[in-house]
T-cell receptor, first 109, second 115 residues
């Protein structure tokens, strides 16, 4: 079966750096997405990786290793507004999105 | 405003009621989706429409009935629901069904409680 694993919850301190990991086993691979979802709000697109390596976008970076079935989302200079759930999703060979259960990130002052 | 609007934001219904969820997008997207989001579980794809035609139905119980009258609107008709159907129902759209390189645009969802 297809599976996406990410930690259920993480806690970090304002101003620090946090890395949220995502491992996947899917039928084929056509890209990996990270979404941010604040409580009661719509998930919003953060990043897309289809080739190995690091994609940097401001305070957020996303890394992919296809051979290891592994990705991470790196958040730098954490702010209180970064408290949210972070969803990892992989598009399989049928272009279906397979979703992880999300990682709830709690930022403390 | 995300570009995808869902109404109502909250809905409480009895198990014998009939209600409908509405989703609207004016992004010019050709594909629309219904997802169910339960606490601590992955998003579950329910229905997919491309150019107003249903292309995916992931073994969803018949008490959920989708309707796509045009490429901008999507409905989810609900009847005789069960308490386990309580969840956040998300609508999403994408430019095309496949090769959506920038993923989906989601609405804020309808929080459904079945009592």
């Amino acid at each position: 079966g297809q599976n996406i694993d990410q930690p259920t919850e993480m806690t970090a301190t304002e101003g620090a750096i946090v890395q949220i990991n995502c491992t996947y086993q899917t039928s084929g691979f056509n890209g990996l997405f990270w979404y941010q979802q604040h409580a009661g709000e719509a998930p919003t697109f953060l990043s897309y990786n289809v080739l190995d390596g690091l994609e940097e976008k401001g305070r957020f970076s996303s890394f992919l290793s296809r051979s290891k079935g592994y990705s991470y989302l790196l958040l730098k200079e954490l702010q209180m507004k970064d408290s949210a759930s972070y969803l990892c999703a992989v598009r399989d060979s049928n272009y279906q999105l397979i979703w992880g259960a999300g990682t709830k990130l709690i930022i403390k002052p | 405003e995300t570009g995808v609007t869902q109404t109502p934001r909250h809905l409480v219904m009895g198990m014998t009621n009939k209600k409908s969820l509405k989703c609207e997008q004016h992004l010019g997207h050709n594909a629309m989706y219904w997802y169910k989001q339960s606490a601590k579980k992955p998003l579950e794809l329910m229905f997919v429409y491309s150019l107003e035609e249903r292309v995916e139905n992931n073994s969803v119980p018949s008490r959920f009935s989708p309707e796509c009258p045009n490429s901008s609107h999507l409905f989810l008709h609900l009847h005789t629901l069960q308490p386990e159907d309580s969840a956040l129902y998300l609508c999403a759209s994408s430019p095309e069904l496949d090769r959506a390189f920038y993923g989906y645009t989601f609405g804020s969802g309808t929080r459904l409680t079945v009592v």
